[in-house]
């Protein structure tokens, strides 16, 4: 079997291991959320084990080590630098009234992608205009995929349990 790193895709992981979605859920409840097949079909292909743990709250390098001994591999003792997006400053943008606010929690509710819900919005937006996007958890690959296509993206944490994340076209 192949050896999981943080980049290991959670969908990669579900598929070369049996059990492996329990294994998940007896690390974090959180990740009961793998019960749902649109996000099985979709976030799982693009989330990797770093993205899974922050969705989930937790040290990337915890849940890494978690699911290498669950499998029989030797744990790593690595350091890294997981910061990606400074909560500290929020940029004049994102102080801008969003033109639309889409729920992620109720997308999943639906069976629907939030990811995907999100980029046909963008592409609905003129430049400048911000879509937020709330979710009970910090919606990892959905920054990293806005990052890469290169749009501004500003992630506000409420609480334990709300995060809002402003993307600017």
């Not at 910061?83 to 999943?108: C, F, K, R």
Request: glycine content about 4%; proline content about 5%.
């Amino acid at each position: 079997m192949q050896e999981i790193t943080l980049e290991t895709k959670i969908s990669e992981l579900l598929n070369n291991y049996d059990g492996m979605k329990d294994i998940l859920v007896d690390i974090n409840p959180k990740f009961k959320k793998l019960n749902n097949p649109v996000l099985r079909r979709t976030l799982a292909k693009v989330a990797g084990v770093r993205q899974a743990a922050i969705v989930g709250g937790m040290d990337p390098m915890d849940l890494l080590n978690q699911l290498r001994v669950a499998v029989g591999q030797e744990p790593l003792n690595i350091s890294i630098d997981d910061t990606y997006i400074d909560e500290s400053e929020v940029p004049d943008w994102a102080l801008q009234e969003p033109v639309y606010v889409l729920n992620a929690n109720e997308s999943l509710d639906k069976e629907q992608n939030p990811l995907a819900e999100s980029y046909n919005i963008m592409r609905s937006l003129r430049e400048g205009e911000i879509l937020s996007v709330i979710a009970d958890f910090q919606p990892e690959p959905l920054i990293d995929e806005f990052i890469k296509s290169g749009y501004e993206v500003h992630l506000k944490k409420i609480s334990d349990n709300e995060f809002v994340t402003y993307i600017k076209k």
